[in-house]
């Protein structure tokens, strides 16, 4: 939770030493860049990715679940 606003956090990116917070899992993918880590870290054990959600082109980013899992339609 943001201690300034008291937003709840969904999703940190740490990249380059550097952690940064995002209210939804969809922001923190698209903001990853090459060689960062998303970690799902909101209480809710259900995350929602809005549509065409994808990494950064050219960026490896790893995904931890951080103890949730991925669901989806075919």
């Known amino acids: 939770m943001c201690t300034d606003c008291k937003?709840?956090?969904?999703?940190?990116?740490v990249a380059n030493g550097t952690t940064s917070y995002y209210t939804d899992v969809?922001?923190?993918i698209r903001?990853?860049?090459?060689d960062s880590t998303v970690t799902i870290i909101s209480k809710e054990r259900q995350q929602?990715?809005?549509?065409?959600t994808s990494v950064?082109?050219?960026a490896t980013v790893t995904l931890d679940l951080n103890?949730?899992?991925?669901?989806?339609?075919?």
């Open 7 to 13: 937003a709840e956090m969904a999703a940190k990116v």
């Open 26 to 28: 969809s922001n923190a």
């Open 31 to 34: 903001k990853a860049v090459d």
């Open 48 to 52: 929602s990715l809005a549509l065409n």
């Open 56 to 58: 950064p082109a050219n």
């Open 67 to 74: 103890g949730h899992t991925l669901g989806g339609y075919a």
